[in-house]
Nanobody, 126 residues
């Protein structure tokens, strides 16, 4: 599975961005999907996940209520809608795929994921 993220950029605190992840090579319907971010000098941090069918979602406490993960298996895409952005949301955001039979739900550990995109930079200015 090849994953390509888009939609990152520079936004003021309080603003919104929508990240998209497009997959090719295999259908995403066999994968739970996640967004993981990495801020400068910090370890990768789980952000959100959505189950292969889209029926279940899970968020980190730091983004719950502000971010929404969604997917369209027909289009092989996964999105992350981000509202009320804060400077601490600044990071490189990665889309990742976890084969649905490999690990338990929710896939909050980065080692749960089998495929990763190259990342997209999100910068939130204060």
């Amino acid at each position: 599975v090849q994953l390509v993220e888009s939609g990152g950029g520079l936004v003021q605190a309080g603003g919104s961005l929508r990240l998209s992840c497009a997959a090719s090579g295999r259908t995403l319907s066999n994968y739970d999907m996640g967004w993981i971010r990495q801020a400068p000098g910090k370890e990768r941090e789980f952000v959100a996940a959505i189950s292969w069918s889209g029926s279940n979602t899970y968020y980190s406490d730091s983004v719950k209520g502000r971010f929404t993960i969604s997917r369209d298996n027909a289009k092989n895409t996964v999105d992350l809608q981000m509202h009320s952005l804060k400077p601490e949301d600044t990071a490189v955001y990665y889309c990742a795929a976890d084969y649905k039979y490999d690990s338990s739900w929710p896939p909050i550990d980065q080692h749960d994921y089998d495929y990763w995109g190259q990342g997209t930079q999100v910068t939130v200015s204060s």
